[in-house]
């Protein structure tokens, strides 16, 4: 990028690439979703007269040797981190090797990031489990070794792009990078491609492994296994592999955040009069002190008795939610009970209603 480049350049040159690399225009590309965030991050700095300033700075500093490297994270708040790589490749006609782009490592690229689901008992989420998953994923090729060529060649440096996989067009004060129609943006062209993976570099693959899910785990939770996704392509890394739990419903408890809720019966003589009862727990059961003129709903919290927490610090709570039980039968001796206790009362919860 020129660093007289005027804020008309800047917007033309933002407003190509945004329609380059839109998740609209490249549904399902997470790469091009990565470039189109680096892309609007660039330009929220550079449509910036203070950041915009500090950046111009920042790239004389480092044609005097002193790198991009120095100003670290947030660069006193413009947030810069790895611009330098961002703006070089994006608005600079530059590459790079990282985060699944071509560079001058000969058209290397990262794999593509895999999501499966697992479903889990409750049990098995609170407790922890080893789940078997099962995966079609690319491999690299064992014919070629991942490189796409016959075995005893080599592809070689593209010679239009030089290895980076794009040239350049010039746009204003910038040069927008387009992909090289030598190479069709690989960076290197393979003469000889090999006969079983016709040049690709890999062939799909089932594959079954076990997955460790950690106690806690709820529904919905993301477990990231680095490098567990799909191959790379000609010595790029791999891919991530994301397993989302699936967790069924207990028969027991209802879960609230860390917390579990069990719903409690007890005896209209419990209620009123107070008792110590016991309620279940994920390992047994625990005694309680149902204290005297509870109503029906109050909740009585047991602290340690609930989830594992996901970050390994302990566990919830357990939430005891009383529910007086009605007798849907009395006996005479019930009955005659309840008539003398009903005349000694002599209250009449209803009476508010009508004040």
């Known amino acids: 990028m020129a660093e007289d480049a005027d804020s008309d350049a800047i917007k033309k040159a933002y407003r190509a690439l945004a329609r380059k690399y839109h998740p609209d225009a490249n549904p399902g590309d997470a790469e091009a979703e990565e470039r189109f965030k680096e892309i609007s991050h660039a330009n929220d700095v550079l449509s910036d007269p203070e950041k915009r300033e500090e950046y111009d700075a920042q790239r004389r500093f480092a044609r005097m040797g002193g790198g991009y490297g120095g100003m670290g994270g947030d660069a006193g708040g413009a947030g810069f981190g790895d611009l330098g790589d961002i703006f070089g490749s994006m608005f600079g006609g530059g590459g790079r090797g990282g985060r699944g782009g071509r560079g001058p490592s000969g058209g290397a690229r990262r794999g593509k990031d895999l999501e499966v689901e697992v479903t889990l008992s409750f049990d098995q989420a609170m407790s922890g489990a080893e789940v078997p998953v099962t995966l079609e994923k690319t491999e690299p090729c064992a014919t070629c070794a991942g490189s796409g060529a016959t075995p005893g060649s080599s592809p070689r440096l593209c010679g239009t792009c030089e290895g980076r996989g794009s040239i350049g067009r010039d746009i204003g004060g910038f040069s927008i990078p387009e992909a090289c129609p030598e190479c069709g943006g690989a960076g290197t062209i393979i003469d000889d491609p090999c006969t079983d993976c016709r040049g690709t570099g890999q062939r799909s693959a089932e594959r079954r492994i ?109 939430l005891a939610k009383l529910r007086v039980s009605v007798p849907t039968s009395l006996s005479d001796e019930q009955k005659e009970a309840l008539e003398a206790f009903a005349a000694l009362d002599g209250a009449d919860p209803r009476e508010k209603l009508f004040r």
């Open 210 to 318: 076990r997955v460790r899910i950690p106690q806690g785990a709820k529904d919905g939770t993301r477990i990231k296994l680095k490098g567990k996704g799909g191959a790379g392509m000609r010595g790029g890394p791999a891919g991530d592999l994301h397993v989302v739990t699936r967790v069924m419903p207990s028969p027991v408890f209802t879960r609230k955040g860390d917390d579990l809720v069990v719903e409690v019966p007890v005896t209209f003589a419990e209620a009123a009069l107070g008792a110590k009862i016991e309620v279940p727990t994920l390992d047994g059961r625990v005694k309680i002190t149902v204290p005297a003129g509870s109503q029906d709903g109050r909740t009585l919290r047991v602290p340690g008795k609930g989830a594992p927490k996901l970050n390994g610090s302990g566990q919830g709570s357990l």
